[in-house]
């Protein structure tokens, strides 16, 4: 059994609770077997759907049986505007999706370069700002851009979610710094979303104070996804438990951890 967040320090987005901050990508298990175990052994607090889910015939992930085993899971939907690359076309999916799912819950996505699948930091701002006067809650997909956040949190976003590197990657957090400075000028909750890789990346970001970590790849593509599922779980819940606690500060010099009182004094510096 994964641990559980305290209850008292849940994770709230849009003034909902919830006390998972794990987020759960449904793509490219490969089966719907292992898809619902590994969602089992998360206990993720969403599961991301994309109305643009296509699967070939024989893709046993696919069709009608994928949508049944999501529904029997009972875990809220955040669906994506995956594979959107203008504004309008990010709100028409948009609006298809809260018909289809019958959520306001939104992952926004708007893709500005097709190598490295960067958000269109130009055009986030505005569509954002068209979700939210639509009425739905939006969780933007975004990169490490500071002052890219800070316009998203103005227009009314009340979580972000940026980047650790491309998606699909597993590197990590590629710019440290940017990251960790974004988490101290950035005040609503922020989940790192791409580029997680390791359980240990994951409890990483959430040392920094971030908030959740959205997963996908990293699970799916694992070698045993369920126990990879499980890991992740577990780190995400450690990663902010050491936040809370207050990891001591580094220093660049050693210091002894024991009492040097009562040693001869030829053993004392």
């Known amino acids: 059994m ?69 529904t029997e899971l009972d875990i809220p939907f955040l669906p994506n505007t995956a594979g959107c690359h203008s504004v309008d076309e990010v709100i028409a999916t948009a609006m298809m999706a809260r018909e289809v799912f019958g959520t306001e819950w939104l992952k926004l996505e708007l893709i500005g370069d097709d190598y490295t699948l960067q958000p269109d930091t130009l055009g986030l701002v505005g569509a954002a700002d068209r979700l939210l006067r639509e009425g739905f809650k939006v969780l933007p997909y975004c990169t490490e851009d500071l002052v890219l ?36 000028r950035i005040e609503v909750p922020m989940l790192i979303d791409a580029g997680i890789g390791l359980p240990s990346h994951a409890c990483q970001v959430m040392e920094w104070g971030y908030d959740g970590v959205l997963l996908n790849t990293a699970v799916a593509q694992a070698g045993d996804p369920v126990a990879l599922a499980e890991a992740f779980a577990r780190a995400i819940s450690a990663g902010r438990l050491a936040y809370l606690g207050g990891p001591m500060a580094e220093r660049d010099s050693a210091e002894a951890s024991t009492p040097v009182i009562g040693t001869p004094f030829w053993h004392q510096p």
């Open 149 to 184: 956040c800070r316009r998203l949190v103005d227009v009314g976003c009340e979580a972000i979610m940026p980047w650790a590197a491309p998606i699909g990657t597993g590197k990590g957090a590629v710019n440290p710094y940017a990251l960790r400075l974004l988490r101290e």
């Open 2 to 70: 994964t641990p559980d967040i305290d209850a008292s320090d849940s994770l709230i987005l849009y003034g909902a609770p919830f006390s998972s901050r794990l987020l759960l990508g449904t793509a490219r298990y490969a089966s719907p077997k292992i898809l619902e175990r590994s969602v089992r052994a998360a206990r993720p607090a969403m599961l991301t759907v994309s109305l643009r889910r296509q699967a070939a015939v024989h893709n046993e992930v696919g069709g009608q049986a994928f949508w049944d085993l999501l």
